[in-house]
């Protein structure tokens, strides 16, 4: 009698043990990932990634140019939804891109953009932080997975990532995002009210499928995304090294008076 | 009793549970009183969480000649506290302890040659090939990086064969990976150097080679205007050669302190290796965050003002 108590006790508490991983269930199921997963259950997304497009120059579509690869649109829809306003201030940023673009004064690239310039970058995962580490100009994130919200309004470069996960797929809330940055080589931009919303889906142990949702009242007429894929490199003892642009740019641009 | 029975089993299952796993035990005094961190899941000594910097006021370094009244000025920075201006042995209070522990007399174990390039390096702040690299958000390099500065807190994170170091000071980070890989190539210079790391007990021991020769080892703020470098404690222009070999050792003394020593060798420079010491890291408060250090972007007047030369304005460089 005693010990079917204590077994009945012992069943239920094993049964708590299962609810939080029976909660992700629906989600779990519908999942095709099949690598390694952290001890809290998660996709394992430790190591580093880097995406292979030509996002990086242009979001959308667009022919070669000298340093340029061609290449077909990042952005679901082909085109970027801008008001015409925003539509004219693209082409003068086009024109202008090679003095004009954030990047030629190494200033830290914002979000999305960060994800797919040509460097690549580690991701260090445990239960409360998802950080990334990013090769250019070592830039880092913090994503808080820890149900903490934003902190109050601030400017930031790389805005303020608050990250959750639906089943499999790391969701990061991006907000306080400034309005000096671009999304590409090609002029492409936002305001100061832009809000991303990344999913990162892992789809095995080496892809993961990245999409970003841009909204942005004052720039876009629509809430717009674009879709990428981040590759594992798994080149034998590859690491982060280092590219500090900052050095580079100072050496380039200070004259003596 | 077969509810007392039960609860215990249920106690045990729940500590075995994957979302316990990261809460690890609560850490019990070794066997010498010595500390003993909790561990991670994978076993590694738990140094995680938010850090702020220690041991600010203590000198990092013994003046060779007491220094004159000082000038007022400085780029604004704020000196070193207590002894950044002289140091030892004015008003009698005897030699205060600084973080070089080795050589005992507390200086940096300059070469002649590097001592005059170091005195090169302070008397011309004004000039861009000698500012300290600091003033043009270059990166800290190592150990400076850990040294207490107003701006720099830290976060340690931990996975399975890594310790992961996040600075606030111009977002750097260091990924110290345990797995025993060898360095780089030589021909790769690493402004952080190239950390290779592995647990002593409870010490986490990183070397680091493959720096490169720009950035300097101590320092946490401008050398005040007019003192000559022979009256400096505050470590300014303590400058390497790429041949600079970093062992750092990280220690948890208890569970809100991380004691750090550094041992520098660079024999281009130093005339014998020397040592650092002193409790770098203290426990932040639960809610700390680090927050982002942009310090290039927006600042298009640092170079100008501090060493005279101008940055094209027409490329708008600096920013905003």
Known sequence: ?257 | MGTVAGLVAAIVLLSLAPGFAGQAPAARPGAAGVYVPPRTPDGQPDMQGMWLPGGEGLPMERASIVAPAPAAGGDGAPAPAGGGRGGGGRGGAGPRPTMIVDPPDGKVPFQPWALARRAEIIDNQDKFEFVDPRVRCLPAGVPRVNLPIVFNTYQILQTPGHVVFLYEWSHLYRDIPLDGRPHVDPKIRLWMGDPRGHWEGNTLVVDSTNFTDKTHLLGNGAPPVGVPAGALTGGQGVFHSEALHVVERFTMANANTIAYEATLEDPKVFTRPFKIAWNAFQRAPKDHQLYEYACFEGDHDTVRRMTGVDIDPSLNVGGR
């Open chain 1, 1 to 257: 009698m005693r010990n079917g108590v204590s077994a009945a006790i012992i069943v239920i508490a094993a049964s708590w043990l299962v609810i939080p991983i029976a909660a992700q269930a629906p989600a779990t199921a519908a999942s095709a990932y099949r690598g390694a997963r952290t001890p809290d259950g998660k996709p394992n997304l430790n190591g580093i990634w880097q995406t292979f497009s030509t996002a990086h120059w242009n979001l959308e579509a667009h022919t070669a140019d000298d340093g340029v690869p061609a290449g077909q649109s990042v952005v679901e829809g082909n085109d970027i939804p801008y008001q015409p306003a925003a539509l004219a201030q693209r082409r003068a940023n086009f024109e202008k891109r090679t003095t004009a673009d954030p990047l030629t004064k190494c200033h830290l690239p914002g979000v999305p953009r960060v994800t797919y310039i040509p460097f690549p970058f580690q991701i260090v995962q445990t239960p409360k932080y998802v950080s990334m580490l990013y090769e250019y100009s070592n830039v880092t994130r913090i994503i808080y997975t820890d149900g903490s919200p934003h902190p109050p309004p601030l400017d930031l470069w790389m805005g303020d990532s608050r990250g959750r996960w639906e089943g499999d797929t790391l969701v990061v809330d991006v907000t306080q995002l400034n309005e000096l940055t671009w999304l590409d080589m090609a002029g492409n931009f936002h305001s100061d009210a832009l809000h991303v919303t990344e999913r990162y889906t892992p789809v095995d142990a080496d892809h993961i499928r990245y999409e970003a949702t841009l909204e942005d009242p004052k720039v876009f007429t629509r809430p717009w995304k674009l879709n990428l894929l981040l590759y594992r490199r798994l080149e034998q003892n590859l690491q982060i090294l280092d590219y500090v642009c900052v050095d580079f740019i100072q050496r380039k641009y200070v004259t003596s008076k």
